[in-house]
């Protein structure tokens, strides 16, 4: 068997697909992780903040490639997940409420069993806020001599909104659910998982959770309180 049918091979499999599913999962978890640092950089300095975006912006052709390989993470999750649901669905065609889990303690929640929808509201939030933010309005400043984009402004702009500020609440809500079960599900399908760590995999996951969630629910209720602005 040649490398590209043990590829195929891997791709299609039951595990295979769980191993992607669980190694993309969590490079998007890094990603948003990093995501939510960089925001909370506006709560202490605007200049700041559109400095750290300018950096990034002039990072070039890296900038370009590390966009490159997160779109190509949310492609393969996104698809493998789906799969992965509709495969579910033909092999145990019962309502996913219906369904229990094996074993004691329970890992079964509201968390597990929303995870498809959760992702697609997130998938659909995704697509707004790049057309909000990164191919939204584009405002000028100067910050010690140099030209760039006054992101902090647009932030600010659309968070004093309150239909987009809580319709953002609402979404990273759903990111909290979906990292719940989806970091500890991530390091069961890589096969990191025994008896021993899988209590404390279980709390690192909902803590990580909590953390990122309520990370990116700072900024805007800042802003939309009138801390920041």
Do not use: C
Not at 14 to 28: F, N
Not at 65 to 89: M, R
């Amino acid at each position: 068997m040649n490398d590209r049918a043990i590829i195929i091979k891997f791709y299609n499999s039951s595990l295979g697909k769980k191993i992607i599913t669980g190694v993309t999962g969590l490079g998007l978890s890094l990603f948003v992780l990093f995501h939510m640092t960089g925001n909370l950089v506006l709560l202490t300095d605007s200049e700041a903040y559109n400095q750290l975006a300018h950096f990034l912006n002039s990072l070039g052709i890296l900038l370009y490639l590390v966009e490159f390989i997160l779109l190509g993470l949310v492609v393969f999750h996104v698809a493998i997940a789906i799969s992965i649901q509709i495969n579910k669905q033909q092999a145990r065609p019962l309502n996913y409420e219906q369904i229990t889990s094996i074993g004691n303690p329970s890992k079964q929640s509201i968390s597990s069993r929303t995870m498809i929808f959760t992702g697609l509201i997130l998938l659909v939030f995704l697509v707004f806020h790049l057309l909000t933010f990164k191919f939204g309005t584009y405002y000028s400043t100067v910050i010690n001599g140099v030209e760039m984009r006054d992101l902090a402004r647009l932030v600010i702009e659309k968070f004093q909104s309150p239909v987009y500020t809580f319709s953002y609440v609402g979404v990273m809500i759903f990111l909290g659910f979906h990292l719940r079960h989806g970091v500890w599900s991530a390091f069961q399908s890589i096969g990191a998982m025994n008896a021993r760590f899988s209590p404390l995999i279980y709390t690192f996951a909902l803590i990580l959770a909590v953390l990122i969630s309520g990370g990116f629910l700072v900024l805007p209720l800042a802003i939309y309180g009138g801390i920041i602005g």
